[in-house]
């Protein structure tokens, strides 16, 4: 079973930075995609961005320009550079693992943009 453990969530004002980090363990396999997807309250769980093992990218309309994701193959670590923050950036914020069959979540991390 893999685990997949987030941190760097927090408070933050607009217009500031976080950078989330993720850390996978007991995979067996190189991870294809890695990615984060955030839930903001009454709503659906939406990706915030994506990286191959190749380090091909993709970024949600409402992040690009803002966020930046990269990873660590060796080590198996995905991080999310956060910047110039909104108060609608405002969710729980989640580590995401993909192989070809099967998929992987983190508990989250609370990451809150107010003033």
């Known amino acids: 079973q893999v685990q997949l453990v987030e941190s760097g969530g927090g408070l933050v004002q607009p217009g500031g930075s976080l950078r989330l980090s993720c850390a996978a363990s007991g995979s067996r396999f190189s991870i294809y995609t890695m990615g984060w997807y955030r839930q903001a309250p009454g709503k659906q769980r939406e990706l915030v961005a994506t990286i191959t093992y190749g380090s091909s990218t993709n970024y949600a309309d409402s992040v690009k320009g803002r966020f930046t994701i990269s990873r660590n193959n060796v080590k198996n670590t995905v991080d999310l550079q956060m910047n110039s923050l909104k108060p609608e950036d405002t969710a729980v914020y989640f580590c995401?693992?993909?192989?070809?069959?099967?998929?992987?979540w983190g508990q989250g991390t609370q990451v809150t943009v107010s003033s």
């Open positions: 995401n693992a993909r192989f070809i069959t099967q998929n992987f």
